[in-house]
């Protein structure tokens, strides 16, 4: 049976690599059960601001794709007007990536109260229950929409091996610069690659960073 550099890593350290998946799902539900709770009172004034500004819900259903390429569903805010998916066409010749992902500064289709979620990261909070369900972990690499992972070269599906999350190596290094999507994903197979939970304590730290000072998408 092969042995990767990680696992070897990890064995040498004392830790078993499944010891290590453990406490990180342990961390996992403890953290996002903490914040749920503490993030509650904000959450009801995000919900408030959201419905007495645009119509349409306070949550987006996030249709994405996880673990081994399964698909799942999750929630964020709604950031953007009700009518948002169908603009994206219009607004496909504006494309600032290079490859499937779709992403442009200064988006039309974001709202006002969006924009102040989106540069606070403040929209990505319902995530936090695809945590607890275990369809997402608190550090991995960002779930795709499925019409973004159809359009996947075979090496980009290597970010699926893992469990996605709400912040990663992408998220702290810079994610308003790359606009290569191979780019991107060489940062998540870095990740997988390097993981410990060491590693995922200092991106965490360097998520709150920067999330407090509205370095957000």
């Known amino acids: 049976m092969r042995t990767s550099t990680l696992d070897i890593r990890l064995v040498g350290a004392g830790y078993s690599r499944q010891t290590q998946l453990v406490l990180k799902r342990l961390l996992d539900v403890v953290a ?7 993030l509650l009172p904000l959450c009801l004034v995000i919900v408030v601001a959201i419905k007495l500004t645009s119509r349409g819900p306070a949550l987006y259903r996030w249709r994405v794709v996880g673990l081994g390429g399964r698909p799942f569903e999750s929630y964020k805010f709604r950031s953007m007007y009700d009518n948002a998916v169908s603009l994206r066409k219009a607004l ?10 779709f992403k442009i500064r200064n988006d039309p289709r974001v709202t006002p109260v969006g924009r ?14 695809s945590v607890l369900k275990g369809d997402m972990s608190l550090v991995g690499p960002r779930p795709p929409l499925r019409e973004e992972y159809e359009q996947f070269d075979e090496w980009h599906r290597q970010k699926l091996q893992v469990r996605p999350g709400m912040t990663c190596l992408w998220q702290v290094s810079g994610r308003n610069r790359i606009r290569d999507f191979d780019e991107w994903v060489k940062l998540d197979l870095e990740y997988i690659e390097q993981w410990s939970l060491w590693l995922d304590l200092k991106i965490l730290l360097r998520t709150i960073g920067a999330v407090l000072r509205g370095e957000g998408v």
């Open 116 to 129: 102040i979620l989106r540069r606070y990261s403040l929209d990505e909070i319902p995530q936090l229950i």
């Open 32 to 38: 996002a059960s903490v914040l749920l709770v503490l």
């Open 92 to 101: 496909e010749p504006l494309n600032e990536m290079r490859g499937p992902v």
